[in-house]
Structures are given as structure tokens and as C-alpha cells.
């Protein structure tokens, strides 16, 4: 074998492994083994992964530029904590967003994506059914990487996608806090009918129907986080005061 060959293939090697533990991370991130807050042990997951910290050092990098890291000095790295206001303006922009996506996919989207779509639906009710919040958060997210894709934008996908994993993190955050405020069947059950009318439109082919139902779906999302961080802080409120009582 030539040595630039044996070359590429060790360089390969070399970008590919810190992408695989990235996304190890990712998975333990998103599914709230590693709670936001909380600090990403280098050393225990390089010894479970049996690899040597310098790829795990360089997924935690990846995952600070993204945005689902933070880094503090001679400390390591830890999952973001994101605060209501971050939140708020991270769906300023998926608002946004959402109208464009709607819009594109009601012009673009081929009839086998739309039956794709149209498939997931008995699949949000399985899990919504099963209680499971990873597994409604899991078959969400695959409602709109196939929304994203049926739009033929890879840069309004990655985009989108990277803002919706950050409000992912806000979510988990207020749950693993105030668990009793998540009424999840009833929550998901609204997110599943937006979900319904976004795919009825984009069939007709009314891309502003489909603009309105996608932006009037994420502002309902907006609008449910809010309600939730505030009846959490009243809750937290109310506990002090027990306390001090």
C-alpha cells in the first residue's frame, strides 16, 4: 500500500473517531443522562469508550461550537444551561424560521415525503401513549428532519435543527426541575394536532397556509415553554417560602 494512501486512511481515522464519540455525547446529552449544568466526565467516557481522551476532548469542542457545551477554564466542559431569556430569542428565530419552512416545503416536498410525514403520526401517538418523554422527543425531532428535508434547504435544516436541539436542552432542564409541572400526554397531544395541519397544508400545496400553520406552531411552542419556566419559578417561589417559613 503507498504511504500517502496509509496517510489518508490514519487522517480519516483520526476526524472520524471524534465524531463518533460526538455524537456518544450527543445521545447522552439529549436523552438526559448528562443534565444540562452538569460536567462532561472526559475520563470516564474515554475509559468506557476505551480510547484515549484526545477525541473525546475534541468532541467536547465540536459540541461547544454548536452550542450544547460550555467550556470553563481549568475545569473541562459542561452541559448548557440555557435561561428563559436565551430560550426566547432562540424562538424569535425559529418563528422565523418555521414561516420559511412551511412556505418551501408546501412548493418542494415530493408525495413520497408528505406519506412519510403523514406515516409519523401513528408513531407520535405510541409514544405519546408509552409516557416516555425521550421517545416523544425522539419521533418529534424526526418529524421535522423530515419536514427540513422535503424542503431541499440544507442550511435552513442545519440551522433549524441546531435550535431546536437547544430548546431540546431547555426542556429537559425544566423537567428534570419541576417534574410534576409536565403534564406530557395533554402537551404532546396539542403538538401532535400543529403537527396535523402543518402536513394537511403543505398537500394542498398552500404554501402560506403552510407558512401561517408552521409559524402558528412554533409560537404555540413558544408560548408553552414560557408558561412552564414561569409556573416552575412559582413553584421554586412557593418552596422557599415553606422553608423559611
Known amino acids: 500500500m503507498p504511504e500517502d494512501t496509509k496517510s489518508d486512511i490514519e487522517a480519516h481515522r483520526a476526524q472520524s473517531l471524534p465524531s463518533l464519540v460526538r455524537r456518544h455525547l450527543e445521545h447522552m446529552i439529549f436523552s438526559g443522562q448528562i443534565l444540562p449544568g452538569n460536567k462532561v466526565n472526559e475520563v470516564r467516557i474515554a475509559k468506557q469508550l476505551n480510547i484515549s481522551r484526545s477525541p473525546v476532548r475534541e468532541a467536547c469542542r465540536q459540541l461547544e461550537q454548536r452550542g450544547f457545551l460550555m467550556a470553563r477554564v481549568q475545569s473541562g466542559s459542561y452541559v448548557r444551561q440555557f435561561n428563559i431569556d436565551e430560550i426566547m430569542s432562540v424562538f424569535e428565530v425559529r418563528c422565523s424560521l418555521a414561516k420559511q419552512v412551511g412556505l418551501l416545503a408546501a412548493e418542494r416536498a415530493t408525495e413520497q415525503e408528505i406519506t412519510k410525514l403523514e406515516n ?15 421517545n416523544i422527543w425522539d419521533v418529534g425531532l424526526e418529524f421535522h428532519t423530515l419536514l427540513l428535508e422535503s424542503t431541499k434547504n440544507q442550511c435552513l435544516a442545519d440551522i433549524y435543527l441546531n435550535l431546536h436541539a437547544q430548546h431540546r436542552l431547555f426542556r429537559i432542564d425544566c423537567l428534570a426541575q419541576f417534574p410534576s409541572l409536565f403534564e406530557l400526554t395533554h402537551l404532546n397531544k396539542e403538538a401532535i394536532e400543529g403537527r396535523v395541519k402543518i402536513v394537511k397544508s403543505i398537500k394542498q400545496r398552500d404554501s402560506q397556509l403552510a407558512s401561517d400553520s408552521c409559524g402558528r406552531y412554533m409560537a404555540h411552542s413558544r408560548d408553552q415553554s414560557r408558561r412552564a419556566y414561569e409556573a416552575g419559578m412559582e413553584l421554586a417561589r412557593e418552596l422557599k417560602t415553606k422553608e423559611s417559613a
Do not use: G, I, R, Y
Open 120 to 134: 409519523l403520526f401513528d408513531e407520535m401517538h405510541k409514544a405519546n401513549s408509552s409516557l416516555n418523554v425521550t
